[in-house]
T-cell receptor
Framework: EAQVTQNPRYLITVTGKKLTVTCSQN?????MSWYRQDPGLGLRQIYY???????DKGDVPEGYKVSRKEKRNFPLILESPSPNQTSLYFC??????????????FGPGTRLTVL | AQTVTQSQPEMSVQEAETVTLSCTYD???????LFWYKQPPSRQMILVIR??????QNATENRFSVNFQKAAKSFSLKISDSQLGDTAMYFC??????????????FGTGTRLQVTL
């Protein structure tokens, strides 16, 4: 089954304790992206990657890191989480190119609470 | 930069009735996509419908259809024969389309739709 998976689905942590949220897709997509969802703000892009070893900042990158060492994986790293990073996080992926529709497929979301 | 505006924070519709969700956007681009995503209580983001800006014909997917007015930069979603399972948050989203590239989705703030008996 074609899908985007995220782990963990729920996480409660404390300020300053490094954490990683994993994202994996099995559709051979080049493009992967992280969004955060906050009430009243919709979803906002954190980082994205056009392909292996190619990453770039989105609209709200502060406090986050990413890496893309393999095509299927795109982990989100919070090296020193703070309470303002409490949010619902989504990973998404899509194909890249003129002949495709660029529809982005989303993972199930990760609910992160930073105390 | 692109912006997407959903001016209806909440809406309610009775089962089997029709409801229209509004979305406007602002862009200087000519080549782009517009999307409606549904987010039920499970929080999963589900693609409802997609519209390519160069197509004049409005997209339709079963009970879901759009009214795409490019000049007015308007992209409304019509849900016909509403069902209880349509209860969800609906997000309108914009994506610029470029040669050989993929681009971010710019989302509106969402409309919470409640379908009642």
């Amino acid at each position: 089954e074609a899908q985007v998976t995220q782990n963990p689905r729920y996480l409660i942590t404390v300020t300053g304790k490094k954490l990683t949220v994993t994202c994996s897709q099995n559709m051979n997509h080049e493009y992967m992206s992280w969004y955060r969802q906050d009430p009243g703000l919709g979803l906002r892009q954190i980082y994205y990657s056009m392909n292996v070893e190619v990453t770039d900042k989105g609209d709200v990158p502060e406090g986050y890191k990413v890496s893309r060492k393999e095509k299927r994986n795109f982990p989100l790293i919070l090296e020193s989480p703070s309470p303002n990073q409490t949010s619902l996080y989504f990973c998404a992926s899509s194909l890249v190119g003129l002949a495709v529709t660029d529809t982005q497929y989303f993972g199930p979301g990760t609910r992160l609470t930073v105390l | 930069a692109q912006t997407v505006t959903q001016s209806q924070p909440e809406m309610s519709v009775q089962e089997a009735e029709t409801v229209t969700l509004s979305c406007t956007y602002d862009t200087s681009e000519n080549n782009y996509y517009l999307f409606w995503y549904k987010q039920p209580p499970s929080r999963q983001m589900i693609l409802v419908i997609r519209q390519e800006a160069y197509k004049q014909q409005n997209a339709t997917e079963n009970r879901f259809s759009v009214n795409f007015q490019k000049a007015a930069k308007s992209f409304s979603l019509k849900i016909s024969d509403s069902q209880l399972g349509d209860t969800a948050m609906y997000f309108c989203a914009f994506m610029k389309r470029g040669s050989g590239t993929a681009s971010k989705l710019t989302f509106g703030t969402g409309t919470r739709l409640q379908v009642t008996l």
